[in-house]
């Protein structure tokens, strides 16, 4: 059984038009909550950690929020350069990281 | 500060042979994890050294192995190559809990 799922798989984008990714987790002792940004044929470049219910980190058009079952990554009026695939992990008490199958986000001008 | 590492940036290898990868961490980070990431499992867990210590491990074969030294840098083995381990090889030092990964090495098994 996953325990890290994100939807959805693929998300087109007009520039400017905002949207969010969702990243829903079923594990039982969540340390924290990772996203990363991975472009083609590169590591996974680290965003934010968040840690508890309630939690909201941003970075320029980026926000992250946090739930206890689920966490979004809403993207404000995005750019062609914020094309990429969106990675979201979960880390458990042994701090291993759970990774789910990301999204691929495109933005078109 | 340098990012991680990773050596060799490519590889292509035939099955049956075995395969060594190199990581070097960010300076300072005595956690390195690795990871296997393919187009149909994504990004899988390997497993994580901590102060020359396998502190965990993923599901993988006993043909996967890996080793950390003394200055924090890490090897990862396979052995006896499938065509199945062609693959994208991250590894990750970390520190605070935040994994900082790598570029990768892209291993292509013939």
């Known amino acids: 059984e996953d325990q890290v799922t994100q939807s959805p798989e693929a998300l087109r984008l007009q520039e400017g038009e905002s949207s969010s990714l969702n990243c829903s987790y079923t594990?039982?002792?969540?340390?924290?909550l990772f996203w990363y940004r991975q472009d083609p044929g590169k590591g996974p470049e680290f965003l934010f950690t968040?840690?508890?219910a309630g939690e909201e980190k941003e970075k320029e058009r980026l926000k992250a929020t946090l739930t206890k079952k689920e966490s979004f990554l809403h993207i404000t009026a995005p750019k062609p350069e914020d094309s990429a695939t969106y990675l979201c992990?979960?880390?458990?008490?042994?701090?291993?990281?759970?990774f789910g199958a990301g999204t691929t986000v495109t933005v078109r001008a | 500060k340098a990012g991680v590492t990773q050596t060799p940036r490519y590889l292509i290898k035939t099955r049956g042979q075995q395969v060594t990868l190199s990581c070097s961490p960010i300076?300072?980070?005595?956690?390195v994890s690795w990871y296997q990431q393919t187009p149909g499992q994504g990004l899988q867990f390997l497993f994580e050294?901590?102060?020359?210590?396998?502190?965990n491990k993923g599901n993988f074969p006993g043909r996967f192995s890996g080793r950390q030294f003394s200055n924090s840098r890490s090897e990862m083995n396979v052995s006896t190559l499938e065509l199945g381990d062609s693959a994208l090889y991250l590894c990750?030092?970390?520190?605070?809990?935040?994994?900082?990964f790598g570029p990768g090495t892209r291993l292509t098994v013939l």
């Open positions: 990750a030092s970390s520190e605070a809990g935040q994994q900082f």
């Open positions: 594990v039982s002792g969540l340390r924290g």
């Open positions: 968040l840690y508890s």
């Open positions: 992990a979960v880390q458990e008490d042994d701090y291993k990281l759970s």
């Open positions: 300076s300072g980070h005595r956690s």
């Open positions: 050294y901590f102060s020359e210590t396998q502190r």
